[in-house]
């Protein structure tokens, strides 16, 4: 099975901020990543598909890149709503795998 | 408008079986994979399973393989999940998700979720 890495597993920022999240793949997965938000106690939301794809409604602030071993999920200015765990998956080969999440939280 | 909506969570024993549903509605049910993720209490999300359109094809974790039965019903646009000899660890909020395409593994992710339901495996 492919493992997903990311990193970090948790940070603070502040509003306003740049925020880069990593996930990196045990083998090649060529664009086949998603990211997805999720709230305590909510559902996970779509963010990005095929590893750049903004899901339609998503703010632009959000953005995904990367193919092969390295993805990256940024959020250009990190706003009060945005404060979430975010998760990668994959796509390419089954089990479609997550990674661990990522905590965002509040300096 | 795209719906998922599961039901059929609840307390069931270890070693009892329970089947849970999702009911679609919004979109060409027929046409796409449908898969179930879960998240145990204050943990990550797990996937668990898909099946393709036509219900010919399935996959399922490791961790399930041989105890959980996906499958759907086309005419009613629902899709199920029977659990059988469920486990402790199986505790978890089950959520159904759908492929964004035919297929999941023509990429694209899942663009719509359900609300979760949660079964709690406990004697």
């Known amino acids: 099975a492919i493992q997903l890495t990311q990193s970090p597993s948790s940070l603070s920022a502040s509003v306003g901020d740049r925020v880069t999240i990593t996930c990196r793949a045990s083998q090649g997965i060529s664009s086949a990543l998603a990211w997805y938000q999720q709230k305590a106690g909510n559902a996970p939301k779509p963010l990005i598909y095929?590893?750049?794809s903004l899901e339609s409604g998503v703010p632009s602030r959000f953005s995904g890149s990367g193919s092969g071993t390295d993805f990256t999920l940024t959020i250009s200015s990190l706003q009060p709503e945005d404060f979430a765990t975010y998760y990668c998956q994959q796509f390419n080969s089954y089990p479609f795998t997550f990674g661990p999440g990522t905590k965002v939280d509040i300096k | 408008e795209v719906q998922l909506l599961e039901s059929g969570g609840g307390l069931v024993q270890p070693g009892g079986s329970l089947r849970l549903s999702c009911a679609a509605s919004g979109f060409a049910f027929a046409t796409h994979a449908m898969s179930w993720v879960r998240q145990a209490p204050g943990k990550g999300l797990e996937w668990v399973s898909v099946?393709?359109?036509?219900?010919?094809?399935?996959f399922y974790a490791d961790s399930v393989e041989g105890r959980f039965t996906i499958s759907r019903d086309n005419s009613k646009s629902t899709l199920y999940m029977q659990m059988d000899s469920p486990r402790a660890e199986d505790t978890a909020v089950y959520y159904c998700?759908?492929?964004?395409?035919?297929?999941?593994?023509?990429?694209?992710?899942?663009?719509?979720w359900g609300q979760g339901t949660l079964v709690t495996v406990s004697s």
């Open positions: 095929d590893a750049s």
């Open positions: 998700a759908k492929c964004r395409r035919t297929s999941c593994q023509m990429g694209g992710g899942f663009d719509f």
């Open positions: 099946i393709n359109g036509a219900a010919d094809t399935t």
